[in-house]
């Protein structure tokens, strides 16, 4: 388990050498899958969840790249459950913006078990950032309507890991008022 824990972190942060997160502070990307990782790790999440937790930006991130990463090279390397979830929490980033995020709140609910604890992860870890880095251009309404779909997306992702869903709860929560907070 160590061992392949390991070997997909050492793989996404190869595939995200140069990638940068969006806050100001512009912390190495793969400083994002490696917390997403650990919140399941720390939630008894399954093994596959927590690979693909590593994996999870590999394919989209890497479609500029001269040799992008598929989703062949992830099941040869990984195997085919990991490889599925990856599948299952990636956008099609052929599609706008906006149906993208749509279609991540209408697809959650059919995502399987796995997918739905990877995708609750990576809102939390998101909607963490979005108080403590937030981009640097973006204004305080559209961090708050970014955090109300991430509440939207969750709703869809239950009933699997009750643990990680209360600390997602929490963490929406928290977001959310310190949102407020900055807005007096
Ligand atoms: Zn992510």
Do not use: C
Not at 32 to 54: K, N, S, T, W, Y
């Amino acid at each position: 388990m160590i061992a392949r824990v390991l070997a997909a972190a050492s793989f996404a942060a190869a595939v995200h050498a140069t990638h940068r997160r969006k806050g100001v502070a512009q912390e190495p990307y793969i400083n994002h899958p490696l917390e997403v990782a650990q919140i399941l790790a720390e939630h008894d999440a399954p093994e596959a969840a927590i690979l693909a937790a590593l994996l999870h930006d590999t394919v989209e991130d890497s479609g500029d790249d001269p040799e992008p990463v598929t989703l062949d090279a992830l099941t040869a390397r990984f195997g085919a459950e990991v490889a599925s979830i990856v599948a299952e929490v990636s956008d099609d980033k052929s599609l706008p913006k906006e149906m993208r995020k749509a279609l991540q709140v209408r697809l959650g609910p059919k995502k399987s078990d796995g997918a739905k604890q990877v995708k609750l992860a990576d809102k939390i870890s998101n909607l963490r950032a979005m108080v403590s880095a937030p981009p640097a251009n973006w204004d305080h309404a559209r961090r708050v309507e970014y955090v109300g779909w991430g509440g939207r997306v969750a709703a869809g992702l239950r009933g699997v890991n009750p643990s990680l869903e209360a600390l997602f709860d929490e963490t929406y929560r928290d977001a959310m008022t310190a949102l407020a907070r900055e807005a007096v």
